[in-house]
């Protein structure tokens, strides 16, 4: 596989130090390329899935991946991407932060014989003395060009510390440290992270008169403008505990006909081909929605495994498609933890008027007279019309589940407590 080609067609090279010089290294043999990723969460998010799967499609092609998590950088803050300072973190954080996001990578680089490494610079960023680095590193970066980096430019209005100036630098030496370690030729990284990138290799040029290389992957955006990976709910993050499988896999199985071909370019592993077939198949029969749902699958697949995958997946297609009666009470359990729900609490009867009102269907009571008047109303997958009508403990699934459908997609939750 021509990994570059590759990449170009899934529009994923945004900026390249020397792209030409890379080709001719990459026929040479096996590469060895980077990516960070710094715990200033306790999660990574859906956000940072691209450098991650960037990763793995040179992993898949052979080449070895080192994944940074930046135990070190962590404590600093990148300045890239924000108008004002981060928070500092203690130490005991960002470790506890680390653990969980390096254990969310691992399951990405899951089951395969070219296995990534796994680093922390803590490990060497924590050794280093000041004296030292201010000697030995420092004295390469000339105020003004840091100055002319975007990340630190953007900042400079708003106001930006000396810690968070410095970051540039010691991404730089994080770099330099990898190449000289472990012949780290590449870093690759989102869009905000350019300026680090050539930091580091213009460092590596100076101290070690080596050429390295550095790919940039572009920001993800939807066809209408919108930030891509914001929902209702928030940030749709990798941890299963913020996130869970279900409601994960039903942000890619929503997502418009205008954004999914250029989604299974950028976080599938699927052929052209394939992605062809499927882009013709929106335009004949985009009621099907074929190309969502392999998205959804194959995304929900890698970040938290096929087994999981395939279980939400039958619940996804017996709630939109199927009979509700076909879930079983640790499905709807699922569902119900991956959804926003509403509550009756202790009552033993409720008016339908009140709980299309509750639960959200509907903003008032004469609207929801005219839904139910037109027969849009679904509550457990069964059809109510009577305005009059009152919904018992005893009409829940497991006496305890309702689940409202107000025409074809519109979906509501209740919980009866």
């Known amino acids: 596989m021509d990994i570059l080609e590759d990449l170009k067609y899934r529009g994923l090279i945004n900026q390249a130090i020397n792209l030409e010089g890379l080709k001719k290294r990459l026929k040479k043999g096996k590469l060895v390329l980077y990516c960070g990723f710094d715990p200033t969460a306790q999660s990574l998010h859906i956000g940072n899935l691209l450098p991650l799967i960037t990763l793995k499609r040179f992993q898949m092609a052979n080449h070895q991946p080192i994944i940074l998590i930046g135990g070190g950088t962590g404590l600093i803050g990148d300045p890239s991407g924000k108008k004002t300072e981060r928070p500092l973190n203690s130490l005991a954080i960002v470790k ?215 279980e939400v997946e039958k619940i996804s297609q017996t709630l939109f498609y199927g009979s509700l009666k076909d879930l079983s009470k640790r499905e709807l359990k699922i569902v119900f933890s991956g959804v926003q729900f509403t509550k009756i609490v202790s009552v033993s009867e409720i008016s339908i008027l009140d709980l299309l009102v509750s639960c959200g269907a509907v903003s008032s009571k004469r609207q929801a007279k005219e839904e139910l008047k037109n027969g849009t109303i679904f509550i457990n997958g069964r059809r109510r019309q009577g305005e009059e009508e009152k919904i018992y403990r005893e009409d829940c699934f497991f006496k305890k589940y309702l689940i409202i459908k107000r025409g074809k997609r519109n979906y509501y939750f209740t919980l009866w407590k």
């Not at 990405?108 to 590193?137: C, M």
């Open 96 to 310: 506890k932060w680390k653990k969980g996001i390096q254990e969310q990578v691992k399951n990405i680089f899951r089951a395969s014989k070219n296995p990534a490494l796994f680093v922390d610079n803590y490990e060497w960023l924590g050794k280093v003395k000041t004296i030292d680095f201010l000697r030995d590193i420092g004295k390469y970066f000339t105020v003004p060009y840091m100055l002319a980096k975007e990340s630190i430019k953007n900042r400079l209005e708003s106001g930006i510390s000396f810690t968070e100036f410095s970051y540039m630098i010691l991404q730089a030496f994080d770099f330099y440290y990898l190449c000289q370690k472990y012949n780290c030729e590449l870093q690759i990284g989102g869009s905000d992270q350019w300026g680090n990138i050539t930091a580091g290799a213009e460092l590596i040029k100076k101290k070690l008169n080596k050429e390295v290389f550095g790919l940039s992957i572009p920001l993800v955006t939807k066809a209408d403008g919108t930030k891509f990976g914001k929902t209702e709910v928030g940030t749709i993050w990798l941890d299963s505990q913020l996130t869970s499988p279900y409601q994960f896999y039903q942000f890619w199985v929503n997502v418009d006909d205008s954004d999914v071909i250029n989604y299974l370019k950028l976080f599938t592993f699927s052929p052209k081909e394939e992605i062809e077939k499927l882009a013709r198949k929106i335009k004949e029969q985009p009621e099907k929605r074929e190309a969502q749902k392999i998205l959804a699958f194959e995304v929900t697949a890698l970040v938290h495994g096929e087994k999981e995958a395939k």
